[in-house]
């Protein structure tokens, strides 16, 4: 199995290769790709060296699978030439979510909408993915009417610039390399992404759209608002879903609890919860918080927690990876 993982030297790039050997993909080829700079640079993956190749010489080593992070231009230049060569792309930009033409992935939600010709398969932003893993089993019992999502998102969304800004403002009160407008240590930023002529942002139109795609369905009613706080390790959501239909805490409590990928933290009593400090590093969705909306029926209130370089980006990319190898359909 030959795997290309383009932008290998950045962040999620990074964070892919520690996911394929954490969970013992079977690589038997390891193609690491980057920009022209980085060319003929070694990385380590599994205590052997590996030399960072260029785009056309990832597509002349023909491989089955190749793990796309490099940006929504890179796959919009890259990935049919990849696919053309018989490579099957699955993308982490949002370069190609909203295309009819291509398949929006979460595994535990719709992976079974795949198929052998699906040659460019997107992986959807990082704070959709932890919302629909939880939205799924509830939307199939109790039918969502509404969601209301407030996220609290990680520096690390933005990347190593944003990390190393807000560490250098929590050393010196300063940084003299800004990827954000303001300061974002001891600050919170209601912006992600560019706002669009609707008022919102790109980042709150994303969880919108992808929620209804992911979960193929567009009567479900979502309005946003995202997020920028100055911690690392995930992503946060305060989310408010209105069911058609009635429910039981104590059935919600039990769902949750029985969902694959799903983490429950919920015991007040003792002040346990889902935090991103305890999130970091971990490939589940982590929720608590449970409780209802005693402002309006059928209302139901979470809090809802994941790492974003994991099951927001890597973890789900290669989770697509192995239920196609799984599935006999690579």
């Keep these: 199995m ?26 038997t080829e390891l193609i690491p790709v980057a920009s ?35 940006g929504g231009s890179t796959s919009l230049e890259w990935a049919d030439k990849f696919a053309e060569a018989g490579t099957t792309v699955i993308d982490n930009s949002s370069a190609w979510r909203m295309d009819p033409t291509k398949k ?26 932890q919302m629909v893993v939880v939205l ?29 800004q807000m560490m250098n403002e929590r050393k010196d009160g300063h940084s003299p390399d800004m990827a954000y407008k303001y300061k974002i240590d001891l600050n919170v930023i209601p912006q992600i992404d560019v706002f669009l002529d609707n008022g919102y942002t790109k980042e709150e139109m994303k969880m919108v759209n992808e929620t209804k795609k992911i979960m193929g369905d567009d009567s479900i009613s979502l309005t946003a608002t995202t997020v920028r706080i100055p911690v690392m390790g995930g992503h946060s959501e305060s989310v408010n879903i209105e ?11 039990e769902l949750i609890k029985n969902t694959p990928g799903i983490i429950l933290q919920d015991d007040i009593k003792n002040q346990i919860y889902p935090m991103p ?12 918080r449970i409780r209802r909306d005693e402002s309006q029926p059928k209302t139901l209130n979470m809090w809802i927690v994941a790492d974003n370089l994991r099951k927001g980006a890597a973890t789900n ?14």
């Design 277 to 288: 400090i305890n999130a970091h590093n971990k490939d589940e969705v982590f929720v608590g």
């Design 243 to 253: 069911f058609e239909n009635e429910f039981e805490i104590k059935d919600v409590f």
């Design 104 to 129: 929006l992935i979460v595994p535990e939600v719709n992976a079974h909408v795949l198929q052998k010709t699906d040659k460019i398969i997107a992986n959807p932003n990082c704070s959709t993915i």
């Design 36 to 70: 022209e700079k980085s060319v003929g640079k070694e990385i380590v993956f599994k205590g052997e060296k590996y030399k960072v190749h260029s785009m056309q010489q990832a597509i002349e080593a023909k491989p089955h699978i190749a793990l796309f992070s490099a």
């Design 136 to 164: 799924n089993p509830l939307h199939k019992k109790y039918k969502i009417k509404r969601v209301v999502v407030s996220t609290y998102q990680s520096v690390t969304g933005t990347g190593v610039k944003a990390v190393d």
């Design 317 to 330: 990319a290669v989770q697509i990876a192995e239920f196609l190898v799984k599935s006999g359909l690579i």
């Design 2 to 27: 030959k795997i290309a993982v383009v932008g290998a030297t950045g962040l999620v790039g990074t964070k892919m290769l520690e996911v394929l050997d954490e969970r013992n993909f079977n690589v």
